[in-house]
């Protein structure tokens, strides 16, 4: 069995907020949850252990950094413990989808350890802007390869 979060999925987001969470990404996921603000203008996804690994982790910076202070502030300030309906929908709070500029068409995206929800034009915006190649020449170089 393959670990992790993976794939793209493409749904839309309701006049409510609600949004439709994948099966296979509930699988994984459970009921309850954090969403939090992304980097790139999307949001993150954690399933209740990969944010408290999140949460150890900032809470070993050091806050006399204000630049630590600053990313804490970012992504624990900007987190919402969620919990699927009996439909399997979020409710994704206003303040989130206006971060990501959500608006209808979403895509949700598997990074492994987490998840991405990106407004679809924003994703496309970025996927096509992104040069595979020359990226994976960069990674190469810092020794991060596949």
């Not at 393959?2 to 969470?21: P, Q, V």
């Not at 699988?27 to 150890?56: H, P, S």
């Not at 600053?70 to 699927?84: S, W």
Request: charged residues 30%; negative net charge; proline residues 1%.
């Amino acid at each position: 069995m393959l670990m992790g979060f993976m794939g793209e999925y493409n749904h839309t987001i309701d006049t409510k907020g609600r949004l439709i969470i994948p099966s296979k990404y509930r699988e994984k996921l459970g009921n309850e949850f954090v969403v939090t603000r992304g980097i790139d203008d999307c949001l993150f996804v954690y399933a209740g252990d990969e944010w408290a690994k999140v949460m150890d982790k900032l809470g070993e910076v050091r806050m006399t950094n204000r630049k630590a202070r600053e990313f804490t502030r970012y992504l624990i300030g900007g987190a919402t413990e969620v919990e699927t309906d009996s439909q399997g929908r979020i409710l994704v709070p206003a303040f989130l989808r206006e971060h990501a500029s959500i608006m209808k068409e979403v895509v949700l995206v598997g990074m492994g350890s987490h998840i991405e929800i990106w407004a679809k034009e924003k994703y496309d915006e970025v996927m096509s802007a992104t040069n595979i190649s020359e990226l994976a020449e960069e990674l190469d170089e810092t020794g991060i390869w596949i």
